[in-house]
């Protein structure tokens, strides 16, 4: 299943990097703390998307697969903590510049942006799928400028991680 109305991504994105800097914890079901696939699933109910599921592995069945070279803002990424990478454990959101919001065990064990294309989580990518219609590039610059205001708020005051997650399964 995909959203239909690519404003939606907008809305998902900004409601994800509103939560940057809240605590992480795993199995989280309220908004005062999340997991990897609660902090997914909290941004894709406020945006509209009833039914996206709760973990990690059940959301990498959800929507359309992507490859790297179509992954867009709002899609998501798939992680194993493990390498070579096998299983689904962990979910982030892409927001362009090979950057993505998640929430992560490991410290800063948080909601908080990390690369995609360095680092730890760069060996470890299981695949990617877009639960939002393709967007236009005036959509694609919509949300860039929302990345980038979040970016010059607090999120700057996070420290990016390279360092390794905790083993536990989302």
Known sequence: MTITDAGDVRSFVSVALAQIGKPYMFGSSDISSFDCSSLVQYAADTAGLA??????????????????????IGDLIFFDFEYPPQNVRHVGIYIGDGQMVNAQSEQPAEVCTAS???????????????????????????????????????????????????????
Not at 144 to 166: C, L
């Open 51 to 72: 039914g996206c599921p709760r973990n990690s592995a059940a959301q990498y069945d959800y929507g359309t697969a992507v490859t790297r070279d179509e992954l867009s």
């Open 116 to 170: 995609i294309d360095e680092g730890y989580w760069s060996t470890r990518i299981i695949g990617y799928r877009r639960i939002f219609q393709e967007m236009t590039e005036k959509d694609i610059i919509e949300a860039q400028v929302i990345v980038a205001s979040s970016a010059t708020s607090d999120v700057s005051s996070h420290a990016q991680t390279k360092a390794k997650p905790k083993s536990v399964l989302m």
